[in-house]
């Protein structure tokens, strides 16, 4: 496609469900970014994969916290065992060679937990 | 971990003025980018600057960096009521396989 796209765009979960959000980097990224954003906040790295590198998960908050990259395009990130403070916006980017080139946002899931 | 740190947190100026917004980081790094934020979604790249260059333009925009400061700066000119957004900057490290790591952000109003 022409951008990252991410989906669903928005998602109500209930406490203590498990949520899978999904994005579509720009084909022929190789590197690929998740990002959570609280309200009023700035963006929190989670995790960062980098081709056939193991991906850098140094910014999960919790074991609940899981993604995936399959065939090195699209990305799942999942949560499990939702909890209120999980609820933010959830914003995946993509770059031709990781940090040395600019990064392309998709329009981010955001996530309420209820 | 949050690598940049935007200074001011929040600025209010009118339009035809010039914003200022200060970034700091910790690391050393390979280059330092801009990017602008509307309506908490999705960020947009504004402007790249490479760890050997002081300074960069882009339109209204100019970038500065010191490195030996660690630090850098994005001037808009002449600025809009569209111009209101978050603006960030981002760092890389400068280990080669490193992710972009954003900093808090400055909430920019431009008043007409």
């Known amino acids: 496609g022409a951008g990252v796209s991410q989906s669903p765009s928005n998602k109500v979960t209930e406490k203590g469900k498990d949520v899978e959000l999904r994005c579509d980097p720009i084909s022929g990224h190789t590197a690929l970014y998740w990002y959570r954003q609280s309200l009023g906040q700035g963006l929190e790295f989670l995790i960062y994969?980098?081709?056939?590198?193991?991906?850098?998960k140094s910014g999960l908050p919790s074991d609940r916290f899981s993604a995936e990259r399959t065939g090195g395009s699209v990305s799942t990130l999942t949560i499990q065992r939702t909890q209120q403070e999980d609820s933010a916006v959830y914003l995946c980017a993509s770059s031709s060679t990781g940090g040395r080139t600019e990064a392309f946002f998709g329009q981010g899931t955001r996530l309420t937990v209820v | 971990s949050q690598q940049g740190e935007e200074d001011p947190q929040a600025l209010s100026i009118q339009e035809g003025e010039n914003a200022t917004m200060n970034c700091s980081y910790k690391t050393s790094i390979n280059n330092l980018q801009w990017y602008r934020q509307n309506s908490g979604r999705g960020l947009v790249h504004l402007i790249l600057i490479r760890s050997n260059e002081r300074e960069k333009h882009s339109g209204r925009l100019r970038v500065t960096l010191d490195t030996s400061k660690k630090s850098s700066s994005l001037l808009i000119t002449a600025s809009r009521a569209a111009d209101t957004a978050s603006y960030f900057c981002a760092t890389d490290g400068n280990s080669g396989n490193t992710p972009l790591v954003f900093g808090k952000g400055t909430r920019l109003s431009v008043i007409a």
């Open positions: 994969f980098q081709g056939n590198s193991a991906p850098d």
